[in-house]
């Protein structure tokens, strides 16, 4: 059965670094485009990052531009998001998500079909 399985949440300080993986199984990672989402309490889920299919084209949402990058190997049907300069408004449960989409990155939650079980971050201030 399809599974996305993230990993690499945890405790920061502020201005401090984390990388999110989301490895994935059950469907042929390569053709899906890869994002990933966060919720923070009391708030809905937001968009934060997308990668298309290929690696060749991301999307990121302007709180995290210039602090975060999305990447993939899909030798190893991974996603990572590298995150950088960390705020404690970053502070969230990031999901990892898979949807179809041509060459540009989906950034809706509804163009995405997998979704993983989500990791913590929070960053102290």
């Known amino acids: 059965q399809v599974q996305l399985v993230e990993s690499g949440g945890g405790l920061v300080q502020a201005g401090g670094s984390l990388s999110l993986s989301c490895v994935a199984s059950?469907?042929?990672?390569?053709?899906?485009?890869m994002g990933w989402f966060r919720q923070a309490p009391g708030k809905e889920r937001e968009f934060v990052a997308a990668i298309n299919w290929s690696g060749g084209s991301t999307s990121y949402a302007d709180s995290v531009k210039g602090r975060f990058t999305i990447s993939r190997n899909n030798a190893k049907n991974t996603v990572v998001l590298q995150m950088n300069s960390l705020k404690s408004e970053d502070t969230a449960v990031y999901y990892c998500?898979?949807?179809?989409?041509?060459?540009?990155?989906?950034?809706?939650?509804?163009?995405?079909?997998?979704w993983g079980q989500g990791t913590q971050v929070t960053v102290s201030s």
């Open positions: 059950g469907f042929t990672f390569r053709n899906y485009a």
């Open positions: 998500a898979a949807g179809r989409s041509g060459w540009y990155p989906p950034t809706t939650e509804s163009s995405f079909d997998y």
